[in-house]
């Protein structure tokens, strides 16, 4: 099985701050991955898929990057509506696994 | 408006058995793979398992921790998905969530539904 790592598992940050979050893979996936937010009590939410593409409707703030093994969502001026869990997936093999999440809170 | 909306959890002794269903509106589901994601209380997200569409012959693929107890199925003719989850533990407590997919490309696991919640405990 792939197994997905995230740093860190946890921020604080104030708003406007630029926050990057990193994911690597235990193997190479291409650029399978996409990467969600979720707050408390929701269904996850995309923001970006392979890799780098950004979703419909998401704030250009948000950004991904990466390929092969090593990914990073970047968010270049944090808002308050930003504080929440962002968890990445790789769907390149089976089992499908998420990153164990990272949590960004109000500093 | 494209929407999943999930239903059929509940309260369910260990070694039970319960049946989610997954509602698809707004797309043409006999397209798309479903998938469905779980989440328990307080701990992160986890792929269950995945039903291709028709033309790669509605064929299934398990997590280790729930194969031969949970199966996928699928009706296109109602526009929906499901779990048949039996010989249930503890560790499945969780929200189950459904979710559109494709192989590759910009429906990857896009449109998530709300979740419903399952408790397994005597």
């Known amino acids: 099985d792939i197994q997905m790592t995230q740093s860190p598992s946890s921020l604080s940050a104030s708003v406007g701050d630029r926050v990057t979050i990193t994911c690597r893979a235990s193997?190479?996936?291409?650029?399978?991955l996409g990467w969600y937010q979720q707050k408390p009590d929701k269904a996850p939410k995309r923001l970006i898929y392979a890799a780098s593409s950004l979703q419909s409707g998401v704030p250009s703030r948000f950004s991904g990057s990466g390929s092969g093994t090593e990914f990073t969502l970047t968010i270049s001026s944090l808002q308050p509506e930003d504080f929440a869990t962002y968890y990445c997936?790789?769907?390149?093999?089976?089992?499908?696994?998420f990153g164990p999440g990272t949590k960004v809170d109000i500093k | 408006e494209v929407q999943l909306v999930e239903s059929g959890g509940g309260l369910v002794q260990p070694g039970g058995s319960l049946r989610l269903s997954c509602a698809a509106s707004?797309?043409?589901?006999?397209?798309?793979?479903m998938d469905w994601v779980r989440q328990a209380p307080g701990k992160g997200l986890e792929w269950v398992g995945r039903s291709r569409n028709k033309a790669n012959s509605y064929t299934t693929e398990y997590a280790a921790s729930v194969k031969g107890r949970f199966t996928i199925s699928r009706d296109d003719s109602k526009n929906s998905v499901y779990l048949q989850m039996n010989s249930l533990k503890t560790g499945d407590t969780a929200m189950y969530y459904c979710a559109r997919s494709v192989t590759t490309g910009v429906h990857v696991f896009d449109i998530w539904g709300q979740g419903t919640m399952v408790t397994v405990s005597s």
């Open positions: 193997q190479g996936i291409r650029n399978d």
């Open positions: 997936l790789q769907h390149n093999s089976y089992p499908f696994t």
């Open positions: 707004g797309f043409t589901f006999s397209d798309y793979y």
